[in-house]
């Protein structure tokens, strides 16, 4: 079965610094996708990036870019500039390509707070 | 962007009573929808995947008999927690895939049950 885990259960940073999430997963399949996804205090579910396994080449969405390492089954999530609208829960993410019914597996989230 | 509504956001119940939670896609159609569960700071659990115009697919521990699953149309997906008890107090999400080739799910804003 897929895992995910994310080892960091809370990360803090200062205004405008850069605060790097870390993310490992396992599984035997050569074709997947990996999310981040943020969870702020409504509780309302947002995508900050996605990347798909067979791209070589990390993802990027603004301040947000992943470090994508296929063999080390390790992608870690990086915020920029960070800001204070970023606190909140962050979840990695996995699925398999299944034609539109892609079940996402998820890590047990980071808790990132954001210091004024 | 694809837009999933969930309904009631806030629901407090009698023990022993059933309650129910709509799922709506709202500007697309989703032949699939999944339930997921997050307990206090905790992760999201996938519970079910939602089928519409079959049987829902329940995961490993999740009584069926419990969480009854109603995918009637391509927009509604319905999940009604019978009999409920406190133990299934808890805060309950949807998700219905987006575009086949990308892997992401939109989630609905989550509702929260209170069974007192």
């Known amino acids: 079965a897929q895992t995910v885990t994310q080892s960091q259960p809370e990360m803090s940073v200062q205004e405008a610094e850069t605060v790097t999430l870390s993310c490992t997963y396992d599984?035997?399949?050569?074709?997947?996708?990996l999310f981040w996804y943020k969870q702020p205090p409504s509780r309302q579910m947002i995508l900050v990036i996605r990347q798909e396994a067979y791209k070589q080449q990390n993802a990027t969405e603004n301040r947000f870019s992943v470090n994508f390492q296929k063999a080390a089954k390790s992608f870690s999530l990086k915020i920029s500039d960070s800001q204070l609208g970023d606190a909140a829960m962050y979840f990695c993410a996995y699925s398999l390509p299944q034609g539109g019914s892609e079940k996402l597996v998820f890590g047990k989230g980071t808790k990132l707070t954001v210091n004024p | 962007g694809a837009v999933v509504s969930q309904h009631p956001s806030w629901v407090i119940c009698k023990s022993g009573t059933s309650v129910k939670i709509e799922c709506r896609s709202l500007?697309?159609?989703?032949?699939?929808m999944f339930w997921y569960r997050q307990f206090p700071k905790q992760s999201l659990m996938l519970m079910a995947t939602s089928n519409e115009g079959s049987k829902a697919t329940y995961e490993q521990g999740v009584e069926k008999d419990k969480f009854l699953i109603n995918h009637a149309s391509l927009t509604l997906s319905t999940l009604t927690v019978t009999s409920a008890h406190p133990e299934d107090s808890s805060f309950y999400i949807c998700?219905?895939?987006?575009?086949?080739?990308?892997?992401?799910?939109?989630f609905g804003e989550g509702s929260r049950l209170t069974v007192l």
């Open positions: 998700s219905a895939p987006g575009r086949r080739d990308t892997g992401e799910l939109f």
């Open positions: 500007d697309f159609q989703a032949t699939t």
């Open positions: 599984t035997s399949e050569s074709d997947y996708y």
